[in-house]
């Protein structure tokens, strides 16, 4: 890769190859390679005629759609750095972002005029139809580094806007273009949010390759039948998704005859956005077509420019509970450290760091955050490089590297490190659980409890049976406090698990829960918990068992008293010196508990 290059001249080169080819198929109406580079130039005229100063940030506010394609490589022409924003989102977000970003210009269309243009300075109608100057535009072209800046939220929630240059957007499409061989033979369709940078490699890889965008309506991701019609009807040969919808999907593709699924052209399925759990796609392998269509697994974030490594998922891995994120891509370093920032030994967990040249050259008008997350380092001694903390453990294993769990993610309860990834595996494991998601919320005594939010494959489950499992096989400072079974796990706009919106829903605000009968909610042991909770407290011990016996851990005559009194309170009922020395462990104490209502 010449370090000139630029995600557009990737683009001229297919105009060479493949001008009279469909490069974009949108809403019934199609449009050539070489008709497309008309569009774009002619836009390109009208934003050179604004006389946008050279390092604009220009925000383009457009649905998925050939109009959009047409402005962003309008931007990517004239070496703007574009803003995508989502139009779905509330006017107030929207607002954040251009202020943040203090973008002075709006791509949109007439449509949107009235609630955009009071935003920011300047609105650009991607459709004008002013007299265009005579301009070489080649000639104009600027030589700003940066390809675009995409928003996201941080864990406090505040948006924040990662600036991601034209080298590191083209060295993610020609070392994916070499993995996956993408070719004019490919038909790539643009599935995710524009505002997820997901969108962003949907349109490179096809655009940039000379493969064919397809863009469904806006509806076709509420129906997976109708999602699946549309994967035959238009021939699609490479699908990006994240691990969520494919789960939903994977369960329609599951119910069709083999003439129906034979109808499709798929070739690859690359997973990316979020943790895949390798086990949940193991009935895809029982498929005739698997043998034909490989799957892939794909690790980024959004500061690594969309995607870091990668690895194919086989049946033999899908055998393991592991969510194996596999080798860097070309250009791609990392490195796997201690808190104490040293350098982990292999199968030793550390967060993970990324360097290279795909790396963000940071946050907009962020610079204390910058200071703390982006740095130049010899981490690898490979020489000084850009490096970025991603937040994320991992460990290296036979097939390059296991994805562990987002540092944020690792929790402390009542003193213990708990990891709600390593919840999910274990309730995956069992076969009733179609889909299971651990999260956390505050109890009314401000501490942090753990939820289990449950999808079942069947209705009718032995729910006192499905505890006992789940008793039986994890400690009790890992369970689930709450139990709560729905029939589907919301998706966000980038197709990825809801969590925050089932917490805010079915914990924060109850008396709506109560009333949908979407909803059924279960205690676990809230009576074990507190009694374990006593027994702490009373022998000051942070690791007891709850088949330990009391006199065995330090307990006598006095501190069984005292272990009365406090079980009293917290229970609120009797409790009898008796029953604590004919069961003097916490089992056997809360199961006489609760086989006697001793109120």
Not at 92 to 105: G, M, R, V
Not at 298 to 327: C, D, L, P, R
Not at 397 to 412: F, P, Q, S, T, V
Not at 467 to 492: A, D, Q
Request: aromatic share 10%; charged share 25%; with cysteine.
């Amino acid at each position: 890769m010449k370090k000139e290059c630029k995600i557009y001249d990737l683009f001229l080169q297919q105009i060479f190859y493949n001008k009279e080819k469909v490069a974009v198929v949108f809403d019934g109406n199609s449009i050539t390679y070489g008709e497309l580079e008309e569009k774009i130039n002619d836009f390109s005229i009208i934003l050179m005629q604004k006389k946008i100063y050279a390092d604009a940030n220009i925000v383009i506010a457009l649905p998925p759609s050939i109009d959009f394609v047409i402005a962003m490589f309008a931007c990517f022409k004239l070496g703007y750095a574009y803003i995508p924003i989502d139009l779905s989102y509330p006017e107030s977000f929207l607002k954040t972002i251009i202020d943040k970003s203090k973008a002075d210009y709006i791509i949109s269309a007439a449509t949107y005029k009235h609630r955009l243009e009071k935003l920011a300075n300047f609105f650009i109608d991607v459709n004008d139809e002013s007299p265009k100057n005579t301009i070489q535009i080649d000639d104009l072209i600027k030589t700003n580094s940066i390809a675009y800046i995409i928003y996201t939220s941080a864990s406090t929630g505040i948006a924040k806007g990662v600036i991601i240059e034209n080298n590191g957007l083209v060295n993610l499409i020609q070392a994916t273009k070499q993995l996956y061989n993408i070719t004019s033979c490919d038909c790539i369709p643009l599935v995710h949010s524009l505002s997820f940078d997901f969108s962003i490699w949907e349109i490179c890889s096809a655009l940039c390759n000379g493969a064919q965008l397809i863009i469904p309506n806006s509806t076709i991701k509420k129906s997976t039948e109708e999602y699946l019609e549309f994967l035959i009807d238009k021939k699609i040969t490479i699908l990006n998704t994240t691990p969520s919808f494919f789960y939903l999907m994977q369960t329609t593709i599951l119910s069709k005859p083999s003439n129906i699924l034979e109808q499709l052209k798929l070739r690859l399925v690359i997973f990316g956005g979020e943790a895949l759990q390798p086990k949940k796609i193991s009935s895809w392998f029982t498929l005739a077509i698997a043998d034909r269509v490989k799957v892939f697994n794909m690790f980024g974030i959004t500061e690594g420019t969309i995607h870091s490594t990668y690895i194919e998922i086989t049946q033999e891995i899908t055998k393991n509970e592991a969510s194996v994120i596999g080798v860097p891509l070309p250009g791609i370093d990392i490195a796997i450290m201690h808190e104490e920032s040293k350098l982990v030994s292999d199968h030793q967990i550390g967060e993970l760091y990324l360097g290279g040249v795909s790396i963000a050259q940071g946050y907009l008008h962020e610079y204390s955050l910058n200071k703390e997350k982006f740095y130049y380092a010899d981490l690898d001694s490979a020489g000084i490089k850009r490096w970025f903390k991603t937040g994320d453990l991992v460990k290296r294993c036979a097939n390059g590297l296991e994805y562990i769990d987002r540092k944020d993610r690792l929790i402390k309860i009542r003193g213990f490190r708990v990891n709600c990834t390593q919840i999910e595996n274990l309730l995956h494991s069992y076969p009733e659980v179609e889909s299971a998601v651990v999260g956390t919320y505050l109890a009314s005594d401000d501490m942090p409890r753990l939820v289990a939010f449950l999808k079942f494959y069947q209705k009718n489950i032995d729910k006192q049976l499905f505890e006992r499992k789940i008793i039986e096989n994890l400690p009790e400072f890992m369970r689930p406090s709450k139990i709560i079974i729905v029939k589907e796990f919301p998706l966000t706009n980038n197709n990825k698990t809801d969590l925050k919106y089932l917490i805010e829903k079915y914990i924060n605000s109850p008396i709506n829960a109560i009333a949908d009968d979407f909803i059924e909610e279960k205690i676990l042991s809230t009576t074990m918990e507190k009694v374990k909770m006593v027994w702490e407290k009373v022998l000051n011990i942070t690791t007891i068992n709850i088949n330990d016996k009391f006199f065995d851990i330090g307990g006598d005559s006095l501190l069984l008293i005292k272990l009365q009194s406090e079980l009293q309170i917290s229970l609120n009922r009797e409790v009898r010196i008796l029953d604590l020395v004919k069961f003097p462990a916490i089992k056997g104490f809360v199961d006489y508990l609760n086989s006697h209502d001793l109120k």
